[in-house]
Structures are given as structure tokens and as C-alpha cells.
């Protein structure tokens, strides 16, 4: 079986999972967030942190719930990793440096998980389990309530409440990330992957030297890194490691659990605004997207540019041979789609236009599908500004599930969508002005460039992900791509739910012969043009001077 038939097989199974799971687990999903009833352990949890779960909050309290839960998460990892030498399980382990505490404090509070320190020789096994992979789980959290949030702007009426923020994220935990990840994790033993408590073991190589070798409880933090779009790695080869991705089918497992409650969540939307179809038109647009980046990764990486990969038959350099070029350039592209960051090969070795498309995924705004939560309501701002587009074309006030999309909310929406490239595009102009940050840089000329574009689209879009060719561990990049991380979060957390916030407050507008349908195949079509046009306009130029013009010259 050829590369290419084996690629597509695996892509179409992809597919037709998550097709198969779409409407089933979106259907739960709609009844986890929308159920009057309190599990014992959550009642339990509730009491614990001292909160009403059935009190309703207004957009701006829910708001200040998510940056108070994330700013005491931020002190209690930073505290955790700076503490690490007087804890169990530390493996001989100091306390993790300032700047490097810092930055992955934030780094995993902001649901990013960049890395700027290799796991296995940084980390022991207790602030990897109960700091790295409970923000692994609890950040994934906060991402899903605040989507919930949102949706429940367009479904309710005169009403200043979008929910409990301290109901959403333990039932985000308990009744959906929890039962996954717990069965996720042994269907991954199962395969191969590590799970233990076990010491460093020093082994002997075949060249007579000695390696150590470092265990610890992967399995359980991989599903979930997967699972919750963190991204991250106990090991610095990340999922190109055999510890955390043993097989090609794992592999392909963990594609799934990165891209099923992203790709499921439109049910969960279309179900609370009472009208299904709009729920597909939203994955319909995330699919479209998704499906063009596939492809476009692909083809790129199986092309044969120059006399090596001709020789081989693809671009395999950085590719890790157990999975293979395609299978590689898949798991690429779906973990720049869906801001999970985690990698099975080196980006940085990817030709130009493969290397760019990973950037382009994560400019879209990390929608197609995105993070979890995340995706969900960046892609539905985006339907808001497409709404609001359509209305300027014929004339008329424009409409969005019965809501009018005004100047008000247009401004929440643009403040939404400008965020973060002034953020990538500031911060990468900053860090080539600047000598010093410059010698950080791998190459010179354009992948140098894409080398610190990458970084900063990467932090300010909380994917985590790396070109590798950047020495990103000083001082100086840990605290701006920290800034980015932070920035980048909770700045278009605040100005979804003020959007929200001002959607719900509204009576419902009855649909007229003027209001545009939201449910066709010409709305998709629009929301994914303007996704592409309004990143095309955004991010071109420098694409131009980055992997652009280094394709131009390969």
C-alpha cells in the first residue's frame, strides 16, 4: 500500500469517527450543561470552595470568576515548580528557575502548555500529575464553560445571567473530561504508553556509553494534553516520543481525542439555541477549513522538493518513522487547528508551505475546529462579523439568531478578533528589532523570521506548539510569550462573555424576508471566506517576508 492510499485511509477513518460521535456526545454535552441536577461529588466540590452552583452570574461576575480561578491557579503552579525540591517524587529535581516557572505557570493556566524547558529532566513525577496535568484538565474546563457561557447569550432573552462559571467548570471536569481521560488512558497502557512511578533508569547503549532514562505517570497526563487541546509533553520529543505515542494507531487515537469535543460542540450549540441546523452550519465551516488544511499539509510535505526527498519520495526530515510522512503531517495540522500544540514531528523541518499552513492554522484564530470552548465561540464571533458583513451589503440591520448585531456588539466582536495579531504581530517586530533576541534564532533570513512569528502566533493563540529552531528559554522570551500567553487568553475571554453579556439582554427580532438564513450552505461559504480573507488581510505581509518568500527561493 503506497504512502498516499495509506494517508488517505487514515484521514477518512478520522473522519467518519468523528462523524459517528458528533451527535451522540454533543447530545450529552447539551444535557450536562443544561441539567438542574448536582452529582454528590459535585455538591461535595461546591461546599468545599464555598459557592452557590445554582446562583446565577451577569457577564461581568462571570468574567471576574474565570480571571480569579486562573490568577490563583498562576500563583499555585509557579509556587509548585519553584518548591519542587522539598517535594515527593521530585527524582532528585531542584526548584524549577524563575523565568521558566513563570512562563510554564502561565503557560499551562492558559491552556498552551509551551514549553520552554524539556520534562524529563526538569520535572518529577508529583508537579508533572498534580500541578501540570490538573491544569491540564481544569483549563480545558474553563475554556468549555466560557463557550457555554456564550451560547447562552444568543438563547436567552432580557436577562443579564449566563450561568454559574463554578457549576460550568466542575461539570466540564467531572461529567466530561474525567470519564474520557480515565478510559482514554488505559485503552493508551494498552498500547504501549508508560505509567508508573518508577526512578530514572540508566541503561547501557550499544556504543558503550549510558543513557537515563526517565518513566513516570505519561499515559494519564498524554490523554488529556490530547484531550483538552493543551498540547505539552512529559518528554521533550513530545508525541514523537515511544513513552507517550508508542504506535501508529495510538497515534491515531490521539488525533480523535484531540478533535472530538472541539468537532462536537456545535450539537451541543445548535441543541441550547434551539435550532439544530445553525449547529451544523458552524461544524460545516470548521470542517470545510479543516479538511483544506489536511490536504494542503499534506500535499506539501509529499511533494518532492529537491534531490533528498525526491531520493525518498517526501519530505521526511523531522518526521518520525514509526508514524510517517502523512500520518505526521495529519497530526500537524489538527494540532495547530485545534490549539493543542503537541507534535509527532519537527515542524521546523517542514518545507516552507507546510510550515506556513501550520502558522495560517493557528492565525485563523484557532477555530477550525479550535481549542475546547474556545473554537466554539471564536468561530460563532466570527459568524457574528460575517452576519454583520451580509446586513452592510443589502442595507439592513443585521441578525444573528434572532439577535441584532449593533455597533455595541460589533465592537466587542472586532476587539475579539484584533487581540491577538497585535499581539503576534507586535511581539515579532519587537524581538527582530532587537539584536540580542535575533542570535536567539536558529537561521537567518526568512525561516528565521517564521522561527519568531511561529513563537509568538503560537503564544498568542494558546496553541504551544514550536518551530524548535528558536532558543526560547531566556529571561527575555519566557516573560513576553508569557505576556502573549496571558494577553492573548483572557483579553478575548472578557470580550466574548461583554458580547454575551450584551446579546442576552435582548428581546428576540422575528425573522423577516430580509433576514439572512444561517443555516445554508451560503452562509458556511460566507463565514469561511471572511475567516480567510479577514486572516489573509491580517497576517499576509508577514507570511510574505516569512515562509512565503522561503518557498519562493527553495
Not at 174 to 185: G, Y
Not at 216 to 224: K, N
Not at 351 to 365: E, H, I, R, Y
Request: net charge positive; aromatic share 10%.
Amino acid at each position: 500500500m503506497s504512502s498516499t492510499t495509506a494517508g488517505i485511509l487514515f484521514i477518512g477513518s478520522l473522519v467518519i469517527a468523528l462523524v459517528a460521535v458528533h451527535r451522540p456526545f454533543g447530545d450529552y454535552m447539551y444535557r450536562v450543561f443544561t441539567s438542574t441536577r448536582h452529582l454528590r461529588v459535585e455538591r461535595g466540590l461546591y461546599r468545599l470552595i464555598g459557592v452557590n452552583p445554582d446562583a446565577e452570574q451577569k457577564w461581568s461576575v462571570y468574567a471576574r470568576s474565570v480571571l480569579a480561578f486562573s490568577l490563583v491557579s498562576v500563583l499555585f503552579l509557579y509556587a509548585f515548580q519553584r518548591l519542587q525540591g522539598y517535594l515527593l517524587l521530585n527524582l532528585g529535581f531542584k526548584g524549577v528557575p524563575d523565568h521558566i516557572a513563570w512562563n510554564t505557570a502561565i503557560s499551562f493556566v492558559t491552556n498552551t502548555n509551551w514549553q520552554a524547558y524539556s520534562g524529563e529532566s526538569t520535572m518529577g513525577h508529583l508537579v508533572q500529575m498534580s500541578g501540570l496535568a490538573v491544569q491540564n484538565f481544569v483549563s480545558a474546563a474553563v475554556g468549555i464553560a466560557v463557550a457555554m457561557a456564550f451560547v447562552r447569550g444568543f438563547a436567552r432573552k432580557k436577562t443579564d445571567e449566563l450561568g454559574n462559571f463554578w457549576t460550568d467548570l466542575v461539570r466540564a471536569c467531572v461529567r466530561v473530561l474525567l470519564p474520557i481521560a480515565a478510559v482514554a488512558a488505559i485503552v493508551l497502557i494498552a498500547g504501549g504508553a508508560v505509567q508508573n512511578f518508577a526512578d530514572p533508569h540508566t541503561v547501557h547503549t550499544v556504543a558503550g556509553g549510558t543513557q537515563t532514562i526517565t518513566g513516570g505517570p505519561v499515559a494519564s497526563q498524554e490523554v488529556i494534553k490530547e484531550l483538552g487541546t493543551n498540547g505539552g509533553g512529559f518528554y521533550n520529543a513530545n508525541s514523537a516520543h515511544p513513552f507517550e505515542n508508542p504506535t501508529a494507531w495510538t497515534n491515531w487515537i490521539e488525533i480523535f481525542l484531540l478533535t472530538m469535543i472541539a468537532f462536537s460542540l456545535p450539537r451541543t450549540f445548535g441543541r441550547m439555541v434551539g435550532d439544530k441546523r445553525q449547529g451544523y452550519a458552524i461544524v460545516s465551516v470548521m470542517a470545510t477549513l479543516a479538511v483544506l488544511s489536511v490536504i494542503a499539509i499534506n500535499v506539501a510535505q509529499l511533494a518532492h522538493h529537491g534531490t533528498v526527498p525526491t531520493a525518498v519520495g517526501a519530505a521526511a526530515e523531522g518526521t518520525e518513522t514509526r508514524f510517517g510522512v502523512s500520518n505526521s503531517a495529519t497530526f500537524a495540522a489538527a494540532t495547530t487547528l485545534t490549539s493543542t500544540g503537541a507534535v509527532n514531528s519537527f515542524h521546523d523541518s517542514y518545507t516552507s508551505l507546510g510550515g506556513g499552513v501550520t502558522m495560517l492554522n493557528m492565525m485563523l484564530g484557532e477555530v477550525a475546529p479550535g481549542g475546547v470552548g474556545s473554537g466554539l465561540y471564536g468561530m460563532l464571533i466570527l459568524a457574528v462579523i460575517t452576519v454583520f458583513v451580509a446586513g452592510l451589503m443589502v442595507g439592513r440591520t443585521p441578525e444573528y439568531l434572532g439577535k441584532k448585531i449593533g455597533g455595541r456588539e460589533m465592537k466587542f466582536a472586532s476587539m475579539y478578533f484584533l487581540v491577538t495579531p497585535v499581539i503576534v504581530l507586535v511581539g515579532t517586530a519587537t524581538a527582530m528589532a532587537m539584536p540580542g533576541q535575533r542570535a536567539s534564532m536558529l537561521n537567518t533570513g526568512p525561516h528565521g523570521l517564521s522561527e519568531v512569528l511561529y513563537a509568538f502566533t503560537s503564544a498568542a493563540n494558546n496553541n504551544g506548539s514550536a518551530f524548535a529552531g528558536l532558543t526560547v528559554n531566556t529571561p527575555w522570551y519566557d516573560t513576553a510569550l508569557g505576556l502573549a500567553m496571558v494577553f492573548g487568553r483572557f483579553l478575548p475571554m472578557v470580550f466574548a462573555l461583554a458580547l454575551a453579556g450584551s446579546l442576552a439582554r435582548q428581546s428576540p427580532t422575528p425573522v423577516s424576508e430580509g433576514t439572512l438564513p444561517t443555516h445554508r450552505p451560503l452562509f458556511v461559504g460566507m463565514v469561511a471566506g471572511v475567516t480567510l480573507i479577514l486572516v489573509g488581510l491580517t497576517f499576509f505581509p508577514a507570511l510574505a517576508l516569512g515562509p512565503l518568500a522561503e518557498g519562493i527561493h527553495q
